[in-house]
């Protein structure tokens, strides 16, 4: 196993290899520490503007995964490797599952929260940015809006925007339209995937939907709890671009079908 602080290059956007993460929690009283393997022996690769989904059941180690990434959580063992150089923070563009915008800002002001704090652009071209993103976005006409003015699919779409603004090699999200209505779900989808085919920015996405993830994805990462490791990489070789009338087509079923299958063969056998 390699060092846990080793992050190396590689020519993919971002590379796990052998990446273990074990929490440790003491109990209250003197008990004996509680382990959990959230990760167990996982390695990926994903290639430069590729689209990865990650579905798995809860607790099977998807959020870790995004975390070990990101640097929020220190892997226990492995490596992670990223593309060329430049610093973290830089590379990665975070979505959540709330879209977590500051209620007493604009959603414009939402959008350059963090040229607020890092002024890493002249503001002229910052304002500039978040102009071109609201327009991206579908949401000129709600740039002096504050949050609860929108809805929520709106506000997650900021929460997109606002991931975006320091134009990220690599965007994780994690779940990011699980609060959404089942239609706003499916339109934000597609919103998505339209933004990403203008950008081709690499993108790792968490969910629980597994027509979410074949619908989107490249290819879809199946992960199976206690420990969590990674059951199989199924890939989507459905043609681009797609749309919402692909879920009715027998090849999006039979994926669908693949990895239904996998997931409960991998429930059963634990
Ligand atoms: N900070 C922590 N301390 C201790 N255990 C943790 C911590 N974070 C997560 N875990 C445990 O690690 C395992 C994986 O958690 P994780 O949140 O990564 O799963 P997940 O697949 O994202 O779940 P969900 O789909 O419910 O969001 C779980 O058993 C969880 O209880």
């Not at 993103?133 to 779409?157: H, I, N, T, V």
Request: with cysteine.
């Amino acid at each position: 196993m390699g060092d846990a602080s080793t992050t190396v290059a590689t020519e993919h956007a971002v590379e796990l290899r052998h990446v273990y993460k074990r929490y440790t929690t003491r109990k209250a009283r003197r008990g004996a520490p509680r382990v959990v393997d959230a990760l167990h022996d996982v390695s990926l690769s994903v290639a430069q503007g590729e689209f990865v989904s990650i579905v798995g059941p809860s607790g099977c180690g998807k959020s870790t995964l995004l975390k070990v990434l990101l640097g929020l959580t220190r892997r226990t063992a492995g490596e992670v490797a990223f593309s060329g150089t430049g610093d973290h923070q830089h590379r990665l563009g975070m979505v959540f599952q709330q879209p977590l915008l500051l209620p007493w800002r604009t959603v414009t002001r939402n959008l350059l929260v963090s040229q607020d704090i890092n002024h890493r652009l002249p503001p002229a071209e910052a304002n500039e940015r978040a102009a071109g993103m609201l327009k991206m976005l579908g949401l000129e006409e709600f740039a002096d809006r504050y949050p609860a003015e929108l809805s929520g699919g709106m506000q997650q779409r900021v929460g997109i925007g606002r991931a975006l603004m320091h134009d990220p090699q690599i965007l994780l999200m994690d779940e990011p339209f699980g609060a959404l209505d089942a239609m706003t779900r499916d339109q934000m989808g597609m919103d998505l995937l339209r933004i990403w085919e203008r950008d081709r920015k690499t993108v790792l996405f968490v969910t629980h939907s597994i027509p979410e993830s074949v619908l989107l994805s490249d290819r879809v990462v199946v992960m199976t709890p206690r420990p969590g490791r990674i059951a199989d990489v199924i890939d989507v070789d459905l043609p681009r671009p797609r749309g919402l009338e692909n879920i009715n087509t027998p090849e999006f079923g039979e994926i669908v079908r693949r990895i239904r299958t996998l997931l409960n063969s991998e429930n059963s056998a634990h």
